[in-house]
């Protein structure tokens, strides 16, 4: 082979089935976006292991990242009436989330005009016709604007708006409120990119919050994020012969995402690893239906695993929901499609992987982060949005399994989140920085480049 005919770096992909060729089996047409690719080599050196370790990087995220970043704090039925608000709190800053009497949502600091005090004390839900500090008893309308100031008399140099509630950017997509510290960030649209186009084939905002449990990692909040960006850890992680042809997008310096197909794999596709634990004799259709869950039904001639697992949920939430799936894919019903959206978002449109993750520093430690799951279920046409349950709260030292509502997903997020503690430790004696796939943890580095621009050009938060 001549040097002209060598790979570029960023071209090898493992072998086997790819996902297009899953979705080309698929019983009904795949949403257009599913279909794309978009791939570019990024580079390939190291990442400063300083980045996850050191206080003086996270500072620099604390003052340039946060108040810079789009972030949704809460989904809409958080506020479903006028008075309802939510407090959504990031790293040192707090945000005051309020539904007003005409339906729109504003934002405002949680913070005291006064002299300083923060004014909702719990991160959640609150119910609140205006707002009161604890303090001096200043008060607010429910849109910012004073009520009243107690002894008026000596505040003469409160006038007009001087005093009302700092206001906060705050944008709605998909069933979910965003909010931008940063007055003058562009628009959410434009970090949205092809995520606005594709997720009108998965309206999120007719879904409902089924499960939201809220949990503390023992790590930095990008390494616990990396560990859900790429497919390469299942053969290890959680011993799965499944993951290697996952198909990686990086749409642009905001958005990417993997497409990971479930009941379609070929052994072929494990050559490339070493270990003959993985090497397995292929699965027969039959085999893959059972694994699947499925153990009790006979294929007939044609059927492949995909399709009737696909099916079977189909008639599951029909039955179950009321919800009509029959013109959705069978790569939507099935597959983890895992979109993300700088610097710490998930969004999975899928319909049994369907959750949204949002990974946040836990105030000020560097070792340790929030890590918030939100499992969606479509909702019946035209039906309400019921209340949102209550986060459930898991220390680091819980097992997910301790939140039962997140049914056959909590074992994995134990087996996802075990290795973090290990990945804290060891990055701190590592004498060479983080190593990164071409391909499959492509992501991981676009998130880095991205993150580099905003320390770089970012607005401190005053
Ligand atoms: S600090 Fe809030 S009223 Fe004085
Ligand atoms: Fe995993």
């Given at each position: ?13 493992a072998?086997?089935?790819?996902v297009?060729?899953a979705l080309q089996?698929?019983?009904?047409s795949?949403?257009?976006a ?10 390939d050196?190291?990442?400063p ?9 996270f ?13 949704w704090?809460?989904r ?6 006028a008075?309802d608000s939510y407090?959504?709190?990031i ?7 309020a ?18 005090t ?25 849109d910012g ?9 000596d ?13 906060v ?12 510290l940063?007055?003058?960030a ?5 970090y949205?990119?092809?995520?606005k ?22 790590a ?7 560990a ?16 290697a ?44 239906l059972?694994g ?11 059927e492949?695993?995909?399709q009737?697992a ?10 179950q ?11 939507l019903m099935?597959?983890s499609?895992e ?8 969004f999975?449109p899928?319909?049994m992987?369907?959750m ?27 039906a ?11 220390g680091?030292?819980q097992?997910?399994t301790?939140?039962?509502e997140l ?21 701190k004696?590592?004498?060479?920085g983080?190593t ?10 676009r ?5 580099e621009?905003f ?8």
């Open positions: 082979m001549t040097a002209s005919h060598a790979p570029r770096p960023g071209d090898a992909r072998q086997g089935p790819t297009a060729d089996q698929d019983s009904r795949v949403p257009e599913l279909l794309e690719q978009c791939y570019a080599f990024l580079g050196e190291d990442l292991v300083e980045r996850y370790i050191s206080r003086e990087f500072q620099r995220e604390i003052e340039y990242l946060w108040p810079n970043a789009w972030q704090a809460c809409e039925e958080h506020v479903p009436d008075g407090v959504y709190d790293g040192p800053y707090s945000v005051l989330i539904r007003m009497e005409d339906g729109s949502v504003k934002a405002f600091l949680n913070v005291c005009t006064h002299r300083g923060r004014l909702v004390d719990a991160e959640g839900c609150t119910y609140t016709q205006g707002l009161t500090c604890p303090f001096h008893g200043w008060s607010w309308h429910l604007s004073v009520r009243n100031i107690p002894g008026q008399w505040f003469p140099h409160t006038v007009g708006d001087s005093h009302r509630l700092a206001d950017r705050c944008e709605r997509w998909g069933g979910f409120i965003f909010i931008n940063d007055p003058e562009r628009p959410l649209e434009d949205l990119g092809v995520m186009e594709h997720f009108q084939q998965f309206p999120l905002e007719q879904r409902r919050i089924r499960a939201h449990v809220q949990k503390l990692l023992p930095n909040w990008k390494t616990a994020q990396e859900f960006m790429e497919a390469y850890h299942n053969f290890e992680t959680h011993d799965s012969p499944h993951g042809n996952a198909q990686y997008d990086v749409f642009s310096e905001y958005v990417s995402r993997f497409i990971h197909t479930i009941g379609s794999y070929s052994t072929a596709a494990l050559s490339d690893y070493p270990g003959d634990k993985w090497r397995k004799p292929p699965m027969t259709e039959q085999e893959i059972a699947l869950s499925m153990d009790d039904r006979e294929l007939g001639a044609g492949t695993a995909r009737v696909a099916q079977a949920l189909r008639e599951q939430f029909r039955e929901l009321g919800v009509d799936l029959d013109h959705c894919s069978d790569s099935l597959d499609i979109y993300h959206l700088f610097p710490n978002m998930f999975f899928g319909i992987i369907p949204v993750y949002r990974f946040r520093p836990n105030g000020d430690d560097i070792d340790s982060c929030i890590f918030d799951v939100l499992v969606l279920e479509p909702l019946p046409e035209g309400d949005h019921p209340e949102p349950p209550e986060p459930t709260q898991l680091i030292e097992s997910y301790e939140a039962p049914g056959w997903l909590a074992p994995v997020y134990d087996e996802d989140t075990g290795n973090l503690d290990l990945l804290t430790r060891g990055l004696t590592s004498r060479k983080v990164l796939g071409n391909y499959q943890e492509a992501r991981i580095r998130v880095h480049l991205t993150l621009q320390m770089a050009r970012g607005k401190a938060f005053r």
